[in-house]
């Protein structure tokens, strides 16, 4: 077929059957989409259609079944042709789903053209992945992993042509340890079926084979780590799916199959924790002590609850009421262009983003040569409720716009949110924002800050390293947990990390831009979506 400049091939314009009328078809390269028209005079009903050519999931050939053939005049007819194009339809709220359309026609070199000129073009797509390797946690969330995967994720992938070797996990750490052994340059991209927890698995199996292949030694906190180009998808069957749904805009498994059918990319930021010049880990979303570390902890007890331990959890946590006393110091994200505070969300193509890439590798070119250490730190000592330290807004289907709605995907900072004592009904009405449109940051307790790292230490541990024995500590600790109403917790709380407990709690983070992918495009932006969340009763009694 003849060229264009540029080696695009001019569009392929036909008319073809659909259904029981002709339209006019098009195949056009340069503007990216397949087009389908009713070439009759405009009339309510008549309808066009497109599909942009990055959407299609595949082309196959169809055989006519004899109930098709035997309506209308076919009968009359020699046997048509037909081929399938599958695409991607979006429906409400991000939703993503499978949907097709088959075109005929009596020409079988006609229909043999399409059929090749489609498959060509989805040739052509080299983001898209055609081998992954899929690991499921067949105990995550509601336990329906494995027949997530089975019944709405494997039949798509295998529709678009995308080979797999799946391991169903045995045990915590099963796929992280894997990751280390295998062969990774045979895949594409890594798929994950799970929750958060599995995720962070995965990711931390991906990053750690990455640092050690290139010989960085992941416990020194200032090295500088090595990009992970190999993309992550996420295929949610989880209790809180908070990543899935704060990169895709819906935990959805469907949908987020579609994205690492299409080859999506999403570059993510991710900190690293690190205790006395030791490693501890990485993470993605949330960072949380106080309130949700406990919250977590309490309810590792309750895993036979399923996802609903949460619920529990929270509930228990709430009344509680603990704060915990410490020193926060941090360094101000000063190259990140926005606030925490911005009406803008990071949304997909995020300019803001795209700007911390942009000084990203400038960086590299200077090999890295930034003055951190010079760099301000800011202290604040303090008695807090809860200490969240987000890398993204934690948007999840609990709390739909987040634990900071702002907070972008991949700009290389966190947002350093700080809840101080306060009353009960005053941390109410702070978690209830979490769940409405009203801003979260705008209570007198809460102070929020756009942060490249910062540190932790209790009140306890300071002490610690100064006089009380270690026998001692721990009776105090005895003391107040048998007092609860007292609230003034002697003890730690603990760090929900991407929703891992951590053994410490003095710690030192450090946010990575960018250091890794997924298979997603960052939330679009919709507008006939974003419908109102359904106002909680406690809402409307406050
Ligand atoms: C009275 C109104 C109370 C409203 C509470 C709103 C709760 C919003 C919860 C937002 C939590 C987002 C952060 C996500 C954390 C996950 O990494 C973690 C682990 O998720 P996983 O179990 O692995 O899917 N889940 C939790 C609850 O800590
Ligand atoms: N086969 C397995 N048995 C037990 N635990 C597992 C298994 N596979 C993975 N895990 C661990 O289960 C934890 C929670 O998994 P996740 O999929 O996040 O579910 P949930 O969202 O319900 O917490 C993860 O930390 C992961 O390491
Ligand atoms: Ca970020």
């Known amino acids: 077929m003849e060229q264009l400049p540029g080696g695009r091939r001019p569009p392929l314009v036909s008319t073809l059957g659909l259904g029981r009328r002709s339209w006019e078809v098009t195949l056009d390269e340069e503007r990216g989409r397949l087009a389908w028209r009713d070439p009759r005079p405009p009339r309510r009903g008549s309808e066009n259609c497109f599909v942009p050519t990055?959407?299609?999931?595949?082309?196959?050939?169809?055989?006519?079944?004899?109930?098709?053939?035997?309506?209308?005049?076919?009968?009359?007819?020699?046997?048509?042709?037909?081929?399938?194009?599958?695409?991607?339809?979006?429906?409400?709220?991000?939703?993503?789903?499978?949907?097709?359309?088959t075109f005929w026609c009596v020409d079988e070199h006609l229909c043999?053209?399409?059929?090749?000129?489609?498959?060509?073009?989805?040739?052509?797509?080299?983001?898209r992945p055609k081998h992954l390797l899929v690991y499921i946690n067949p105990y995550g969330g509601k336990r329906q992993g494995k027949r997530i995967y089975e019944q709405k994720v494997a039949p798509l992938f295998s529709l678009a042509s995308i080979s797999t070797d799946v391991v169903i996990t045995e045990h915590a750490n099963h796929a992280k340890d894997n990751l280390f052994e295998v062969n990774i340059n045979k895949y594409d991209g890594v798929v994950c079926?799970?929750?958060d927890g599995m995720f962070s698995e995965v990711m931390h199996g991906l990053i750690g084979r990455m640092q050690k292949d290139s010989g960085i030694d992941q416990n020194n906190p200032k090295a500088p780590l090595v990009q992970c180009n190999?993309?992550?998808?996420?295929?949610?069957?989880g209790s809180t799916d908070c990543i899935c749904y704060s990169t895709v805009g819906i935990a959805d498994p469907v949908t987020s199959a579609l994205h690492i059918i299409v080859g999506d990319c999403q570059p993510l930021d991710v900190s690293s924790i690190h205790h006395n010049n030791t490693f501890v880990k990485y993470y993605v979303s949330l960072l949380g002590y106080g309130f949700y570390g406990d919250i977590l902890k309490d309810s590792e007890?309750?895993?036979?609850?399923?996802?609903?331990?949460?619920?529990?959890?929270?509930?228990?946590?709430?009344?509680?009421?603990?704060?915990?006393e410490g020193t926060i110091s941090f360094q101000p994200a000063k190259h990140a262009l926005g606030s925490p505070r911005d009406k803008d969300r990071c949304r997909t193509g995020c300019y803001i983003c795209k700007e911390s890439e942009q000084q990203l590798a400038e960086q590299h070119k200077t090999c890295g040569l930034n003055h951190e250490e010079d760099e301000e730190w800011k202290v604040i000592k303090g008695k807090f409720l809860a200490i969240n330290a987000v890398n993204m807004s934690c948007a999840c289907p609990r709390s739909p716009k987040g634990l900071s709605?702002?907070?972008?995907?991949?700009?290389?900072?966190?947002?350093?949110?700080?809840?101080?004592?306060?009353?009960?009904f005053d941390f109410l009405r702070y978690l209830v924002r979490h769940t409405n449109h009203d801003d979260q940051f705008d209570f007198s307790f809460v102070d929020v800050?756009?942060?490249?790292?910062?540190?932790?230490?209790?009140?306890?541990?300071?002490?610690?390293?100064?006089?009380?024995t270690d026998i001692g500590k721990k009776r105090f600790g005895q003391f107040c947990r048998d007092h609860p109403v007292c609230c003034c917790n002697i003890a730690n709380s603990t760090w929900n990390c991407d929703g891992e407990t951590l053994d410490s709690s003095a710690i030192e983070v450090r946010v990575h831009c960018q250091l890794m992918k997924l298979f997603a495009r960052g939330i679009e932006e919709n507008c006939k979506d974003e419908a109102a969340y359904s106002h909680s009763s406690v809402e409307q009694l406050l």
Request: charged share 25%.
């Open 230 to 237: 190999i993309r992550i998808g996420i295929i949610p069957a």
């Open 112 to 127: 043999n053209q399409w059929i090749q000129a489609l498959k060509e073009l989805l040739e052509m797509q080299k983001c």
């Open 301 to 324: 007890k309750k895993r036979w609850m399923g996802p609903m331990r949460y619920d529990y959890s929270g509930f228990k946590t709430f009344l509680s009421h603990h704060y915990y």
């Open 54 to 101: 990055s959407e299609i999931i595949a082309v196959e050939e169809t055989e006519f079944n004899k109930k098709q053939r035997n309506t209308g005049k076919w009968q009359k007819m020699a046997k048509p042709h037909a081929f399938t194009v599958y695409y991607v339809k979006k429906a409400r709220n991000h939703r993503w789903r499978c949907s097709d359309v």
């Open 405 to 424: 709605p702002a907070a972008h995907l991949a700009d290389g900072s966190a947002d350093l949110i700080l809840v101080r004592k306060c009353s009960r």
């Open 449 to 468: 800050y756009r942060v490249k790292s910062f540190q932790f230490t209790s009140k306890l541990s300071e002490d610690n390293e100064s006089s009380v």
């Open 193 to 195: 079926v799970g929750g």
